[in-house]
DNA sequence: GCCGGCCTACCTAACGCTCGTTAGGTTGAA
DNA sequence: TTCAACCTAACGAGCGTTAGGTAGGCCGGC
């Protein structure tokens, strides 16, 4: 199923972009030291994208696609709603682990006015996946209102990401412990 | 006080080289067409500043200063500590209603791996500034111990940032109002 | 069973553009 | 006469992108 193309590099190229992505924005992604991270030439990328704007939608496709994935994943690994919204957090922890990188999409949210149409549209529906699975994720944990769900999870969402921007700039990943404690502290998240 | 050379064109470059790297970062920062939009050349910048990365240096320390004596505006001019926690978001409100830009510092704070040493300083002070306004706002407030307020301040500094990020990605200006009513209807901000 | 054609996956080389930066003027005020 | 504040022109490096080539695997037809 799907297409099968070359599937091996293919799937490199997407995750060398991904990463250098989260360090550097889509700005930073330079096609010759993308393709030299992959183990070949910067032309040869042309042979599976037809340009950088699709090459960095189809990134932040599946970077959207893998985090609902995961987010199901722990939905049904997770019996308790309230447990669920509790590891939430760890999702994005993960990218600081990895080097300090961040959320691909909170720093494409900040080059917005320079992305292509395409990255646009795929960088908003990270959003609207993280948004969905935290509001029914509050509506079965009785947290709130199925009324005030989507704002409540927004807010938790765009906490989260401002908490790993911050542990970026400090390179301190226990900084945004820290910080989540004080979101569970303050009643954002389940204690 | 301070070298007043050339004052009013400096202060312009610094003026416009501000806007254009709340909405497009360091990287996107391009001296031609700052120069441009100042109503000079390009190399004329260099008669001000030695380098970009000096520019962008004294963009940002001018920026936190700001930052800081809108600050103490705000102490000065409202009695109960509760109340300027209140209006602390507001100051992150005006970059979005400037165009949907953001926080020069929240965006710089993604590009941190690009950025010149110098830059990154001035960039980590803008933090601590108003983690430390916060702070001593939060004690006065009798909201916290002065044990718990650096943390909390943090979190209430990197939640706003983080709504402030959403509703320029969403260029929505009352979704980050509704972020920050929701911050205080969680109990992250004071009612 | 082997041969020509075709396709995938890469390559080298270069184009045109933009960038930060520099050398070396010009101009008007003090 | 000096100097701050600008200018024109260009350099070299880097960028995304393209033209055109090559090596190897696969496949139907003779």
Redesign the pocket.
């Known amino acids: 199923m799907d297409s099968q193309?070359?599937?091996?590099?293919?799937d490199k190229i997407l995750d060398v972009a991904t990463k250098i992505a989260q360090a550097h924005g889509y700005g930073g992604?330079?096609?010759?030291?993308?393709?030299e991270e992959v183990?070949?030439?910067?032309?040869?990328?042309?042979?599976?994208f037809?340009?950088?704007?699709d090459?960095a939608a189809a990134v932040a496709k599946r970077y959207w696609e893998d985090a609902a994935a995961g987010l199901e994943v722990l939905s049904s690994r997770t019996q308790d709603p309230a447990d669920r919204l509790r590891r939430f957090p760890g999702t994005f922890r993960k990218s600081l682990e990895n080097d300090n990188r961040i959320c691909l999409c909170s720093f494409m949210t900040a080059e917005f006015d320079d992305l292509p149409d395409p990255v646009k549209k795929e960088v908003e529906t990270f959003t609207d996946v993280n948004v969905a699975w935290l509001s029914k994720t509050l509506v079965a944990a009785g947290i709130v209102s199925t009324k005030d769900a989507k704002k409540r999870a927004h807010a938790i969402f765009a906490a989260v990401a401002g908490a790993q921007l911050m542990a970026r700039g400090r390179s301190d990943i226990k900084l945004f412990d820290a910080l989540i404690k004080n979101y569970q502290a303050a009643g954002l998240l389940p204690l």
Chains 1, 2 share one sequence.
């Open positions: 193309t070359g599937t091996s590099s293919r992604l330079n096609l010759r030291t993308l393709a183990g070949i030439k910067a032309a040869s990328l042309y042979h599976h037809p340009s950088k704007a090459l």
